[in-house]
């Protein structure tokens, strides 16, 4: 079956500018949430959805939002882009169960000169 | 204070052994998740294993084990058998099923592994 599908793969923004990322989940999964990865914080939790509603946030600014369509594909908006946001950022759709483990897809590196 | 604990910043393997890694873990919460992941350089993280903290026995999968010590909140992998291919990045993590710390995974700080042929 298909994975989870992120796109862009690379962006490069300038400060101030937004961004919007876009997560594809696996066929059948409700729940997306979005990562952040960088070399001195490591991974952090951005938030979760589940059909459609916020179930959880993680302690990042308001300038980091997100949303989910009925079709479960979800995306996250960054606006006033500080260079400090240049990351690696990661969607995971997950199963109800979570035996079956949270996949992930490939991450969309952004850099922010 | 740090939910997830990781401290073998990098560890080294020779091609064919097995090899451990740690991960000591913090909660209050009676129900929750342990995770471990793979990130090769390409970034995408893999899913490797899970144990739930309810579960009596421990996860296997494969070549990967989970040394489940509930009472010293370790949730240590183990790997046989090392791969060249197996030279990655790997992370614990840790869902609370509780609270409001449901819905996300915590992970730690990863553990460089290398292996050598």
């Known amino acids: 079956k298909a994975g989870v599908t992120q796109t862009p793969r690379y962006l490069i923004k300038t400060r101030g500018q937004q961004v919007t990322l876009s997560c594809s989940p696996i066929?059948?999964?409700?729940?997306v949430s979005w990562y952040q990865q960088t070399p001195g914080q490591g991974l952090q939790f951005l938030f979760e959805?589940?059909?459609?509603?916020?179930?959880n946030k993680g302690n990042f600014p308001g300038r980091f939002s997100g949303r989910q369509f009925s079709n479960s594909r979800s995306e996250m908006n960054v606006s006033t882009l500080e260079l400090g946001d240049s990351a690696l950022y990661l969607c995971?759709?997950?199963?109800?169960?979570?035996?079956?483990?949270?996949?992930f897809g490939s991450g969309t590196r952004l850099t922010v000169v | 204070a740090q939910k997830i604990t990781q401290t073998q910043p990098g560890m080294f393997v020779q091609e064919k052994e097995a090899v451990t890694l740690d991960c000591t873990y913090d909660?209050?919460?009676?129900?929750?998740?342990l995770f471990w992941y793979k990130q090769p350089s390409s970034g995408e993280m893999i899913f490797l294993i899970y144990?739930?903290?309810?579960?009596?026995q421990n996860a296997t999968e494969g070549r990967y084990s989970l040394n489940f010590q509930k009472a010293r909140k370790s949730a240590n992998l183990v790997i046989s058998a090392s791969q060249l291919g197996d030279s990655a990045m790997y992370f614990c993590?840790?869902?609370?099923?509780?609270?409001?710390?449901?819905?996300?995974?915590?992970f730690g700080k990863g553990t460089l592994l290398t292996v050598n042929p």
């Open positions: 995971a759709s997950s199963p109800d169960s979570p035996r079956d483990g949270y996949t």
């Open positions: 066929s059948g999964h409700r729940s």
């Open positions: 959805y589940f059909s459609e509603t916020q179930r």
């Open positions: 909660t209050s919460d009676p129900s929750y998740g």
């Open positions: 144990q739930g903290s309810y579960d009596q």
């Open positions: 993590a840790m869902r609370e099923d509780s609270g409001g710390s449901n819905y996300k995974l915590t």
